[in-house]
């Protein structure tokens, strides 16, 4: 007996070239001022928070016994967060591929889009507005989300005056699309 088709598994994905680099790596989709940030850190880290970090390290080996030396363990847990950071940030600085508020299309929703939405399930009539921005930026509390979170998963490649159903931690949610900017 044939298995019967339902709309869930009509649904495909879509893979978007722009969130990998030429070699096939995960690109971390940033702005440029996201960038320039991610770089003022990785300077800081590198020419300031090193040094520091190396002075506590020196400081604390002078105290003597290093089996109970709690200065020594601590400043060595903190230079391997340091340097941890440093190698993370080098990477995302690596794989950057800068986005621009402008959708390529111009109707749909892309990554740097700021999408005004009509809450449908809870009939509200004030607007939701989200820029959709990469991981890096992301920040919910200014209205910055992931590309790849709920909402802004199904959000991607939609228009203007589409309903979405995004499924998030409290329940499903249902937004019309209202604006495109």
């Known amino acids: 007996m044939p298995k019967k088709t339902t709309k869930k598994d009509k649904v495909k994905a879509v893979v978007h070239d722009e969130f990998y680099t030429k070699d096939g790596k995960k690109a971390t989709l940033i702005t440029k001022e996201g960038l320039e940030k991610l770089n003022i850190e990785l300077e800081h880290l590198k020419n300031v928070k090193r040094k520091e970090v190396a002075a506590r390290i020196k400081e604390a080996i002078s105290y003597g016994d290093l089996s109970e030396n709690a200065e020594y363990e601590e400043a060595k847990n903190e230079q391997a967060f340091v340097e941890g950071r440093i190698l993370e940030l080098e990477e995302k600085v690596k794989n ?5 508020g402008k959708s390529k299309e111009g109707k749909t929703v892309q990554l740097g889009t700021t999408v005004h939405l009509q809450n449908v399930t809870k009939k509200k009539d004030e607007l939701e ?7 890096t930026e992301t920040d919910p509390f200014n209205g910055k989300i992931s590309n790849e979170s709920p909402i802004g998963s199904v959000l991607l490649d939609r228009q203007k005056g589409d309903t979405v159903k995004a499924i998030i931690p409290a329940g499903s949610v249902e937004y019309k699309i209202m604006k495109l900017v």
Do not use: D
């Not at 950057?96 to 621009?100: E, F, N």
């Not at 507005?129 to 991981?135: F, K, L």
């Open 96 to 100: 950057a591929k800068i986005i621009s």
């Open 129 to 135: 507005i989200y820029t959709i921005v990469g991981s």
